[in-house]
């Protein structure tokens, strides 16, 4: 008896002492196409989730859209997702955070030897526009065109579609200028299209002082405020991996068979638009410019774009604990 009693109590205590060193479990919704699972891949090569306990379970997403479904259905811990959709979930009842992932953002492209020179001769133009009426950068874009005295949603022909889609319409000349992701951008700047107004200029002509993050990890508040711990490792962990993107062109080299970049110039390109936008300033920083852009969005948006709100939820954004941004 005194034999099994020995057995026992080791065998509780290898379950106590795994159960202590388990790792923290977080669900993450990923598109497969998107720089979210470029930096999860560095995270995995270099086992920088194991080093801060953590175990990522990693969800395939079709699309930013399925993302935001995961999140509203519970089925995901974190997605990258764009600011203000979030803002209008907010004013809407739905408690999610967000902290900033990227200030990469995209702008209306036109080729090279297009006539169209400045905002006012897209009147009368055919314009697509990806992601749809409530993308983000379009109603950046349009609150910024009201300032040079421009409607484009009455004085353009708008075409609305997935960013590859618009992507192929400006290519095979269905479309005269169009509005597409920022590495859609890139890709098109590699093949002889030029910029003709870029979201970030947008940003600037609406009062930022620095290129705000559009895109953020997304998390709902209650599960931020039960596992503030995990998060703010989760988040020490994704800036360690865009340390090593910023600092390393060999790591540049091990992702390339994820970045779908069909020649060096594109490869080149997405390479650097990414790390222009790695957010390099403090979240109380990105949250006084967010205020200031939300604010001109509903001054000149459609009220149903932007939710009842008429200003930023003060809990929109995650702060973690001093020393951990």
Known sequence: ?????QIFLALLLIGASSATFAADQLRIGVQRTGTFAWQLDVIRRHGLA????????NTEMASPDAGKLALNADT????????LWVARER???MKLQFYPYSTAAGAIMTRNDSAIRSLPDLKGRILSIAGGPLDKSWLIVQAAATRHGIDLRRETTLQYGAPPLIYQKLLQGEAEASLNF?????????????RLFDVREAETELGLREPLSLTGYVFPESFATAHKDTIDRFLSV???ANDILLDSDEEWDALRPLMNAEDDATFLALRERTRQGIPRRLVGAEETDARTLFEALVNTAEPGLVGPARELDPGLYYHPLPGGE
């Open 1 to 5: 008896m005194a034999k099994m009693r």
């Open 76 to 83: 995901v811990d974190i997605a990258v997702v764009d600011w």
């Open 182 to 194: 920022w590495n859609f951008c890139a890709q098109l700047e590699s093949h002889g299209y030029r």
């Open 91 to 93: 004013a809407l009842g």
């Open 50 to 57: 194991e080093a801060a306990n953590l175990n990522l379970i």
């Open 238 to 240: 994704v800036r360690e």
